[in-house]
């Protein structure tokens, strides 16, 4: 499937801003879930339309000691898990998950509020879910989390079909995802009546070289990736600043990430700086409570024979009423894969900017 019609299915990210309205079914389970309608017009390409985009579910468990969660998501063409995880409570503070769970790197739980995400989403730095095991203790302020991850959620870097982007298995990259060890520490702290978060994080990621048919030669190899983030909300204003560098040991620099179905390339090296501006306002518009507004900016910059940089702006509302909620957003690209590019900081001799605006109405429920 072309990468043009596959965006609908990349636009996955909603829940970013709202919150789960799950069924209570028992003091400790919350049943839930999404039903997702979308228009997009594009300018690169005469196919705006208005059609179902997801249905998805969700359950969540709490008993004060042991915890879990699960997410599957259903689009027209593909289906899988989004995460997947039982957690235990040793204290108030301190606490572990087990199973396909988030990785625990640079702004949490997102570094955007769009529908898009950014950037740092189709490189696998941005809600990356991946089957390990992850510890937090968070007190006086201090947060740290430490997280083995054995391989990607599936275990099969041949797999398409996946929410979060992982490295992808193919010929030309006959490479998966076999350890990956994050650390991140955050900081909260109050300055008047401003509130601030800010940390730092590394990851260090191995991958195996996978023989399969027509693979190009090759050995393991392994790579890193470090983030430091600031966070401030102020009376219904956040912003978020957040810089990335990650170096991947990968051959002509480049490697392959997947993800809803779509394998593509990406700069096997490079720094990404993202800087996002909202607004969140309470209003009494009829059945309109909430009215969040947002510009998320990231950019993504390499160098290096067929490489070029990848950057998307986001400029948009999120507004909630009742169970409805609805995502409009203006997404403009360079050389960017979720609007029209190549892949993420790679060059194929046409790296203009594209946009398009896209409607995402769901019921959560």
């Not at 690169?44 to 208005?50: S, T, V």
């Not at 702004?107 to 809600?127: A, D, I, M, R």
């Not at 392994?222 to 966070?231: E, F, K, R, S, T």
Request: hydrophobic letters at 40%; one cysteine or more; a negative charge.
């Amino acid at each position: 499937m072309k990468v043009g019609g596959k965006l609908l299915s990349v636009a996955a990210m909603a829940g970013v801003v709202f919150p789960v309205l799950a069924v209570p079914v028992s003091d400790a389970l919350d049943i839930g879930g999404a039903a997702r309608v979308n228009y997009g017009w594009r300018d690169y390409d005469n196919n705006a339309k208005f059609e179902f985009e997801l249905f998805r579910a969700d359950v969540n468990y709490d008993d004060g000691e042991v915890f879990g969660s699960a997410q599957y998501r259903w689009y027209k063409d593909m289906d899988f898990v989004s995460h997947a995880w039982v957690g235990y409570r040793f204290s108030e503070a301190s606490s572990v998950k087990l199973g396909v769970t988030q990785a625990p790197f640079g702004l949490l739980p997102y570094s955007s509020h769009s529908f898009w995400l950014g950037v740092t989403y189709p490189l696998g730095l941005e809600e990356d879910t991946d089957a390990g095991v992850h510890w937090q203790y968070e007190q006086n302020g201090w947060r740290y989390d430490l997280a083995y991850f054995a391989n990607d959620e599936y275990g099969d870097g041949t797999r398409a079909n996946r929410y979060s982007f992982d490295t992808a298995t193919t010929a030309a990259s006959p490479y998966e995802e076999a350890g990956q060890l994050n650390g991140r520490i955050e900081r909260s702290f109050q300055n008047g009546s401003a509130s601030h978060k800010l940390g730092a994080s590394l990851q260090l990621s191995r991958f195996e070289y996978k023989a399969v048919e027509n693979a190009v030669a090759g050995e393991n190899t392994d790579g890193y990736a470090a983030a430091a983030h600031w966070q401030m909300d102020w009376q219904g204003w956040q912003t978020q600043l957040q810089y990335i560098h990650y170096d991947y040991d990968m051959p002509n620099n480049r490697m392959t990430m997947s993800g809803f179905g779509s394998p593509f390339e990406v700069a096997a090296k490079g720094d990404v700086v993202t800087a996002n501006l909202t607004r969140s306002m309470d209003v009494n518009w009829g059945p309109v409570s909430n009215l969040t507004c947002y510009n998320d900016f990231s950019n993504a910059m390499v160098s290096g024979t067929g490489l070029d940089d990848s950057m998307q702006n986001v400029t948009g509302c999120a507004i909630t009423a009742g169970k409805f909620s609805t995502y409009v957003d203006w997404i403009a690209g360079k050389n960017m894969w979720s609007i029209g590019g190549p892949g993420v900081g790679v060059f194929d001799g046409g790296n203009g900017w594209h946009s398009r605006f896209n409607i995402n109405i769901g019921l959560y429920f």
